[in-house]
C-alpha cells in the first residue's frame, strides 16, 4: 500500500512543481518588465505563460489531486486491491504513452523555435515571444521527466503486488 500513497503524492506534488514554476515565471516576468524595458514582449510573455501555468496546476493542486481524492483512492485499494491495480495498470499505461507524446510533441516545437530563432532575423516581438516558449517548453520537458520517471516506477511496483 505504501507505492501506491507514494505515488499519490508524489503526483500531488508534480503538480504544484508546475504551479511553483508558473508563479516563478510571472515573477521573472514582472522583474523583466519593470527592469529591463527593451525586453517587455519577453516579459509580458513569461507573465501570461505563467498565470496559465499557475491557474492550471495550482487550481488542479487543490481540487483535483487533493488530500480528499488522495485518500479516497488508498480506500479503494484497500478495499480491492487485486481490481484497484488491474484498473491502475490502465491508467498507468496511458500515462506513460501521454508523456511520451507530449515530450515529443515539446521537443519538436522546441526545435522548431530553435531553427526559427537561429536561421530567421525576427522583430524582436517574436524573439521575445519565442524564447519565453523555449523556456517553459524546456521546463515542461523535465517536469513529465519526472512524471514519468514516478509512473514507471509505480507501474514496476504495480506488475510485482499482481504477480504475487
Excluded: W
Excluded at 10 to 33: D, N, P, Q, V, W
Excluded at 87 to 111: E, P, Q, T
Excluded at 138 to 154: C, H, L, N, P, Q
Amino acid at each position: 500500500m505504501e507505492f501506491v500513497q507514494h505515488y499519490l503524492q508524489s503526483e500531488r506534488l508534480l503538480g504544484l512543481s508546475a504551479g511553483i514554476i508558473g508563479l516563478l515565471s510571472m515573477a521573472t516576468g514582472a522583474i523583466f518588465y519593470i527592469s529591463k524595458p527593451q525586453f517587455k514582449i519577453f516579459a509580458i510573455t513569461l507573465l501570461i505563460l505563467g498565470l496559465i501555468e499557475a491557474s492550471v496546476f495550482i487550481t488542479g493542486y487543490f481540487s483535483v489531486n487533493n488530500q480528499a481524492n488522495v485518500t479516497r483512492k488508498i480506500e479503494r485499494f484497500q478495499e480491492d486491491t487485486i481490481t484497484y491495480l488491474k484498473a491502475d495498470k490502465i491508467v498507468v499505461d496511458k500515462n506513460l504513452n501521454s508523456f511520451f507524446m507530449l515530450k515529443l510533441i515539446y521537443g519538436i516545437v522546441f526545435i522548431a523555435l530553435a531553427i526559427v530563432l537561429s536561421k530567421l532575423n525576427l522583430k524582436p516581438i517574436y524573439f521575445g515571444v519565442f524564447t519565453a516558449l523555449m523556456i517553459h517548453l524546456a521546463v515542461a520537458i523535465v517536469i513529465d521527466t519526472f512524471g514519468e520517471r514516478y509512473t514507471k516506477a509505480y507501474k514496476a511496483s504495480i506488475e510485482q503486488a499482481l504477480q504475487l
